[in-house]
């Protein structure tokens, strides 16, 4: 089994390696010319951003010549998943692929525009991640089918959320973030940035292919990267997962 993951704060890293198999960083397969992937069961993992998946996800899927008898898709979320399964079913369709399963484990929400980290990681226990983890698992092991239908009422749902998701994930969004004076030029956020986006010279500079996943603001260890609005200055990485293995995800210095 294959899995290609997305992460910015862990939570799907931490889902991907849990469900064993080969593990790929997506951003990583994204800097090779041609992406092959063939094996008995292959998984997407990723956020749910805007109620849809990340753009580069989309753009993977786009890209990756995957050959498989069993293609799923699992997203991690933290409030609502809105018809991010049906963008699964036709984003896989659009790459010739059917999905087979997908799936969806609710974790701390890192959007931080809406949520202060410190209570969503208190409220964690109550979402049962291990509970949901184990009996997706126990799907895929048993390659188990789930049949998603695309309705005209998803198909209303999907169009008023995607006029939010254009907002939200705009490419652009990084020229506003702001940089404080504690702010060392130590790089991290340029490492853990999956899009290559961030380049350091006396200061941060941000380039216009934003994902909006937020981990340079998380992940900087001197919690120097903010929003102008923002519920709260607090930061979330997923408790099981270190810096370095974001960085090891994200970082463009060495290929996949
Ligand atoms: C820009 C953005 C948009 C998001 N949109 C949603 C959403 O629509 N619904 C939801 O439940 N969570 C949403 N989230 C939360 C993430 O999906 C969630 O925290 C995810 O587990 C993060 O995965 P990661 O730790 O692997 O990066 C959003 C997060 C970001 C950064």
New binding site residues.
């Given amino acids: 089994m294959t899995i290609c993951y ?8 931490y889902i991907a390696e849990s469900l064993g198999g080969t593990c790929l960083s997506i951003p990583k397969l994204m800097r090779q010319a041609q992406i092959e992937i063939a094996d008995d069961a292959v998984g997407i993992v990723c ?5 849809e998946m990340p753009k580069m996800v989309r753009a993977f899927l786009a890209k990756a010549n995957i050959k498989t008898d069993y293609f799923f898709f699992i997203y ?7 018809e991010a399964f049906a963008h699964a079913a036709l984003a896989a369709r659009a790459a010739g692929l059917a999905l087979a399963y997908v799936g969806a484990v609710r ?5 931080l525009p809406i949520f202060k980290m410190q209570q969503q990681i208190e409220h964690l226990p109550e979402k049962k991640v291990e509970q949901h983890l184990f009996a997706i698992r126990r799907d895929i092991e048993s390659r188990k089918t789930t049949a998603v239908r695309i309705t005209p009422a998803v198909k209303l749902k999907m169009a008023v959320y995607q006029a939010a998701a254009k907002r ?2 705009n490419g652009d969004t990084a020229q506003s973030y702001l940089v404080n004076a504690s702010c060392t030029l130590c790089g991290v956020c340029a490492r853990v940035c999956p899009a290559d986006n961030i380049r350091l010279t006396d200061k941060v500079n941000f380039s216009s292919r934003c994902e ?4 340079c603001l998380h992940n900087c260890p001197q919690n120097a990267i903010h929003l102008k609005r923002e519920a709260s200055p607090a930061r979330f990485r ?1 408790a099981n997962v270190s810096l370095k293995q974001i960085v090891a995800a994200n970082d463009d210095t060495d290929k996949a």
């Fill in positions: 997305f992460t910015a704060t862990g939570n799907c890293l956020p749910v951003y805007a109620g991690t979320y933290g409030m609502a998943y809105g974790m701390v929400d890192n959007y939200i994930l909006v996943c937020y981990a997923n």
